[in-house]
C-alpha cells in the first residue's frame, strides 16, 4: 500500500497488533511551527521529525518521560506540544504565567526563574 503525502509536513506510519491481534495501521502527520516574540506564528523552516519511542530526560528507570512515542494506538483528538523558553518582560521577573491556545482549548502554565 502506498500512502501519498502531498503536504510539508513530517509523515510516517507503521503496523501494531492491537488487543484482539489485528493489525492497525498507524499513520502520523506532524506539523512543526515556530512563535516569535511578537507572538507571531509560522511555519518552522526545519520540521521535527516523529518520535517513534519515548525519550527520557536521563536513565529511563529513574528519570522522567521527557517526549512521549508519537505513535501508539489511534487517539481521539489532537496533541498540542510546547516547548521553549520565557523571555522576562522587565528586569528582576522570577515568576511568569503563558499560555498556548488552539481553537477553542487554551491551557496555562506557570514559569519560574531568574
Known amino acids: 500500500m502506498d500512502l501519498l503525502n502531498d503536504t510539508r509536513w513530517v509523515m510516517v506510519r507503521g503496523v501494531i ?5 489485528a ?3 498507524i499513520v502520523a502527520l506532524k506539523a512543526t511551527y515556530s512563535i516569535s516574540e511578537e507572538g507571531t506564528l509560522t ?15 536521563g536513565e529511563p ?3 522522567s518521560i521527557e517526549h512521549e512515542s508519537e505513535l501508539g494506538p489511534a487517539k481521539l483528538g ?36 531568574n
Open 78 to 113: 489532537t496533541d498540542v506540544f510546547l516547548r521553549g523558553s520565557a523571555l522576562a518582560p522587565r528586569r528582576g521577573t522570577t515568576y511568569l504565567e503563558v499560555g498556548l491556545r488552539v481553537g477553542p482549548v487554551q491551557e496555562k502554565a506557570a514559569v519560574f526563574g
Open 61 to 63: 528507570d529513574s528519570t
Open 23 to 25: 493489525e492497525t495501521l
Open 17 to 21: 497488533l492491537v488487543r484482539d491481534g
Open 43 to 57: 511555519v518552522a523552516e526545519k520540521q521535527a521529525p516523529i518520535k517513534p519511542v519515548e525519550e527520557y530526560t
